[in-house]
């Protein structure tokens, strides 16, 4: 079965600034899977970013909501990663911090 995963990544910047270091970030980490046969697509929607990955017949989808004081995650699983989710949700939230980190 399916699964969502919610994830709350704090930080200290700008709501502007945040969503422009996930938008920088977010096109570096595309650029390096797209290269590992993975689909990858996204769109922004004011500050919303949503996104879409897939690689042998799997898909995740999701949105990163940048708001004032954090970023929230929400991520659908399809139910063969949602075993993982704990794994998944610990590698997301650290690469999401260390995006809102890089300068």
């Given at each position: ?46 500050d919303v970013l949503s996104f879409k990955a897939g690689m042998m017949g ?46």
């Open positions: 079965m399916a699964e969502t995963i919610t994830i709350k990544v704090p930080h200290k910047h700008s709501q502007a600034e945040a969503r422009r270091r996930i938008d920088k970030g977010f096109a570096k980490v595309q650029q390096q899977i797209t290269g590992n046969a993975v689909d990858v697509s996204q769109t922004w929607a004011d799997q898909s995740i989808t999701g949105k990163l909501n940048v708001m004032d004081d954090h970023v929230l995650i929400e991520v659908d699983l399809p139910w063969l990663l949602a075993k993982l989710s704990g794994t998944i949700t610990d590698k997301m939230k650290k690469a999401t911090q260390l995006l809102l980190d890089k300068k």
